[in-house]
């Protein structure tokens, strides 16, 4: 009994490690190469970021509505579970609030990428801001002008919704022509 106790206090404390380890090298790599987001910890918290997306497509409606309301960036909240990179962070938009672009209730985002069966422990977070970003434009995001705030509830909510549908019905692949 005492032996396999400690044998899964020896493989949890890998897992963290793993995780600490990844994520304080993807901040590192963040701050010092990418340009187009920025990261901050929440509250000095290494598995919570606050994500600034400062650049979206020039020629979007999404941008229009960013220059038209001088909204500098688009802030996405990442929570990294216990055994990330093994499973996706949860990823909401929190302001401004965008309607369409894959973004449902809550801020919640509806990409295969960041669901159990779409994720891939090679990605990155850079990859997850360029495709939540790209989804975005391609979804034809809007600012919304009616008042309304993202919570956590609602999003983690949409979420659940969203892979129970998803593990019920599939992915949809869009026709070529649509990209």
């Known amino acids: 009994m005492l032996k396999s106790k400690k044998a899964k206090q020896s493989c949890c ?18 701050t010092t190469n990418v340009t187009t987001f920025t990261v901050e910890l929440v509250n000095d918290n290494l598995f919570e970021w606050h994500v600034k ?14 220059r038209q309301n001088n909204i500098t960036y688009i802030l996405l909240n990442m929570s990294f579970p216990d055994n990330f990179p093994f499973a996706p962070p949860f990823v909401r938009v929190i ?7 894959y973004v449902l209730d809550g801020g919640a985002l509806c990409l295969e990428l960041l669901t ?7 990605y990155t977070v850079e990859a997850i801001v360029t495709q939540v970003g790209s989804a975005l434009i391609k979804g034809n ?3 919304a002008k009616d008042g309304r705030k993202f919570t956590l509830k609602a999003a983690q909510a949409s ?21």
């Open 13 to 30: 404390a890998s897992a963290s490690d793993v995780r600490e380890r990844r994520l304080l090298k993807e901040l590192q790599d963040i």
């Open 53 to 66: 997306l400062h650049t979206v497509d020039k020629d979007s409606s999404l941008a229009e509505g960013m």
């Open 95 to 101: 302001a401004p609030i965008v309607e369409g672009g």
């Open 116 to 122: 159990p069966t779409g994720w891939t422990a090679a």
């Open 141 to 143: 995001a809007k600012i």
């Open 159 to 179: 979420y659940k919704s969203l892979i129970k549908t998803h593990e019920k019905y599939g992915w949809v692949t869009p026709p070529k022509a649509e990209g």
